[in-house]
């Protein structure tokens, strides 16, 4: 009896010596395996939500800095030519030529119109010498048809006519071309705020790499705890949660940011359309265009506070790289590495 149990142990002990050899050795590959994967998925998703934050961080300061400014600027342009064109007929017609300081309605609005070109000169790709062009010549002609002349009306009229030519004369005209800017313009607005595909894709990539690096942490805490016997790695466990708060926190950020720029992008197209009313009187149409341009100021200067977030969602992206790493490589070197 004794005999069959001792040639028993003696047929089983290779195999189980193979066993203990191979068990260090298998653990050992699958502690590098997710030490790879968590490499490779920590640094694609750190790219992918990086670049993704940047882009709609980099398009919220472009739309408030830049192309929204510039939208409503040619939209005040167009409106403060057209009241100048309302006012300095009303002067003439109502035989106030002679009358000092009667003609400061219509110049304070020529002064506004130039005021507005210089303002988002260096807030456009546009080449706005033309309009500049134009606006300088109509001034001019306005002021020849409100000047006095002593029993004259024809040529004042002639004046006025030839300023109201340059102002609307089809598309060569000052109205015309301002109408073609803002045109090109508010495309450039819709595409600084439009999230395209590739930004779209860009998100869903950084989401499915956050969602299997959570998957991975936990099978690598699993492995350590299971076959290695050790208690949760604070490395690997902080990782998780920082991954967590990845998966979270930016994308909820970033969305109210987009939908901050789809309002503004609304309300940018209201101001447009209202600047281009014909039957709008001039003056109500300015003040719709400055009600609607504060509000889409006040919904620009909202996303600023997902800037903090962007820094975050940095130093964040470079923690879910650093963390495994040192909790995968610091017990493999402890248990297996120094060894070989």
């Known amino acids: 009896m004794s005999t ?3 040639a028993s142990r003696y047929r089983f002990s290779p195999a189980a010596f193979w066993r203990r050899r191979l068990s260090p050795w298998r653990t050992r590959r699958l502690l590098e ?7 490779l998925l920590t640094a694609v998703a750190s790219t992918a939500l990086f670049l993704s934050c940047r882009q709609v961080q980099h398009s919220a300061e472009t739309l408030a800095a830049r192309e929204a400014p510039a ?17 300095a007929h009303t002067l003439v017609e109502r035989g106030l030529t002679d009358v000092t300081g009667s003609d400061d309605a219509y110049r304070s609005q020529l002064s506004a119109a130039d005021q507005g070109l210089s303002r988002i000169a260096d807030r456009t790709d546009q080449d706005l010498g033309t309009v500049k062009g134009l606006l300088a010549t109509y001034s001019d002609s306005l002021a020849l048809g409100t000047s006095p002349y002593p029993d004259q009306p024809l040529v004042r009229k ?4 030839e300023a109201t030519s340059l102002l609307t004369r089809k598309s060569v005209g000052l109205v015309p071309r301002l109408d073609a800017l803002q045109q090109v313009q508010l495309r450039h607005a819709e595409a600084t705020a439009t999230l395209g595909q590739w930004q779209r894709g860009g998100w869903w990539l ?7 690096t959570g998957l991975t942490l936990l099978s690598a805490l699993f492995v350590l705890r299971d076959r290695c016997g050790r208690d949760w790695n604070p490395y690997l466990l902080a990782a998780f ?3 967590a708060l990845l998966a979270v926190v930016p994308l909820t ?14 309300d940018l197209r209201q101001i447009t359309d209202v600047s281009r009313e014909n039957g709008t009187e001039p003056a109500d149409a300015q003040q719709e265009v400055t009600k609607k341009s504060e509000e889409v100021r006040q919904k ?11 820094q975050g969602t940095f130093v964040g992206s470079l923690l879910t790289v650093v963390l495994p790493a040192l909790g995968l490589g610091l017990r493999l070197d402890n248990d297996y590495w120094r060894r070989r």
């Open 300 to 310: 620009t200067a909202e996303d600023a506070w997902t800037a903090p977030v962007y």
């Open 4 to 6: 069959g149990r001792a």
């Open 33 to 39: 395996v997710h030490l790879l994967v968590l490499f």
């Open 71 to 87: 939208v409503q600027g040619l939209a005040a342009t167009r409106l403060a030519a057209l009241r100048a064109d309302r006012e």
């Open 158 to 161: 002639q004046k006025l006519e």
């Open 253 to 266: 950020a970033m969305s109210s940011t987009q939908e901050g720029l789809d309002g503004a992008i609304r």
């Open 241 to 243: 949660v920082l991954t």
């Open 206 to 212: 950084a989401e499915l790499a956050l969602a299997l």
